[in-house]
């Protein structure tokens, strides 16, 4: 590590003191999907769009390594545990509580923190592909509080009468139309509704404390600045 | 030799004649091509296009002509008398284009944009390529250069925007020179997995010519503004 970067950015030391959670999920190819881990080290591997990602995010390859999940089909890696997606799961973190529902498995980053964080009562993470749930599940962080069902929450049949206090949207929305379908979908069953992706706006922002690695609130409440 | 008036200037800021007697190059004016067309000082083309490279219509097309599959933004004269409104948007994504001074201001349809683009998943860019002429620039020796930069904004939905390319290194980057690509770097607007911009959403991006010889350097940019409404 600790060589430049081809890009040529200039990182800042900066960036290696941003909050995120990390996994550790072995390399490993299922199917269509494949786990892979990213550093500066094997950059001639990354695909073309991770080498923009941590070009426009400033995430910090050559002084971390990162996990990855990919799609053959899909240009678009699925998740990484990186500084960005931590920033991208903001709402989550400020209203997890009790029984909590999440679409979509991806690396099991959020388990990183749900199994930690207080009050959490119940996780039930739905996910469609097999290949991923092969690839991660063995290696996530969990405990029988955790329960994994394999299915699309896209047209997963709720069980009635079902209620969540935090509902977490994670798998991938295509757009607007879907998002109100889920929307009409999950939010009869939770008071407390949130999407991946969603910056602005927030009640409030945290941070991981290092010594506790506990979240804690952040001050000031500074989105992306490096965007 | 002269390096400032009554003192020192800051670093690499020179003034009157270097070191050797070379004269650092004239100022720097932006037009959208080497006629100097539209005459308005700092302002170059935009051209908006969705990805031609994945081989699937997405997009839209000019509400003028029907044709085309375009990205956001279309602005290839850069002209003030182009501004959104009065005239009809270049794409239906477009609420408004304003072209001022050294600018070009675009508000984007979210939901359009959404509809006609984001949806198509799996990361399909929307991209935009710039187009200019870098005017003066006049004196020995001198070398061009240009640079694409993305100087702020905010993105939701796991979107990103970077800049890729090769920037040219000749003053003339106008479309009708050198192609759609223009100067060479352009944006590259890739949706995330939750979904792509909202309301409120924006980016912005400055587009910079540099003259340099022995005597220095001198520049001229041209900014780009897009808020997502």
Known sequence: MGAAVESGMNWSELYDKRSTWTVDIPVGTVGTHSIVHYNIENYDSWTPYWKSYHQARKEAPHLRNYTVLLREDQKLSVMQDSFTEFEEHQWLWGHATGDVLITG????????????????????????????????????????RFTLIHDDADTWDIPDGSNWDCI??????????????????????????GYYGTLRDLENYYEINEESGMLELRDPNILLPWM | ???????????????????????PPTAVTLYYDSTLYHRTTDRIGIYGNADPNWGITHGVTDVVTGTGVYGMALNAGAETAGNVPPNPPWSTFQFSMTNTGNATIMEIDSLDYDLN????????????????????????????????TITGGTLTGGTIATVTGTPITAQDGAFTTTGWTGVGEYVDIQPGRGGGPVPGDNLQIVVTATATNAGGSTSASFNHDINWI
């Open chain 1, 168 to 193: 977490w949207i994670d798998h991938e929305i295509s757009g607007h139309i879907h998002k109100e379908e889920l929307k009409d979908k999950y939010g009869s069953h939770t008071s407390n509704l």
């Open chain 2, 117 to 148: 683009l984001v949806s198509y998943g799996g990361g399909y860019s929307d991209f935009f390529n710039y187009g200019g002429y870098a005017d003066g620039g006049v004196g020995v020796g001198v070398t061009w250069t240009w640079d694409v």
């Open chain 2, 1 to 23: 030799m002269t390096y400032g008036i009554g003192g020192t200037c800051a670093p690499g800021v020179l003034m009157g004649t270097a070191a050797g007697g070379v004269t």
């Open chain 1, 105 to 144: 498995l991806g690396l099991g980053f959020v388990n990183e923190w749900l199994i930690k964080a207080p009050g959490i009562t119940s996780v039930t993470i739905i996910e469609k592909h097999q290949d991923v749930i092969d690839l991660v599940w063995d290696h996530c962080a969990k405990d029988e």
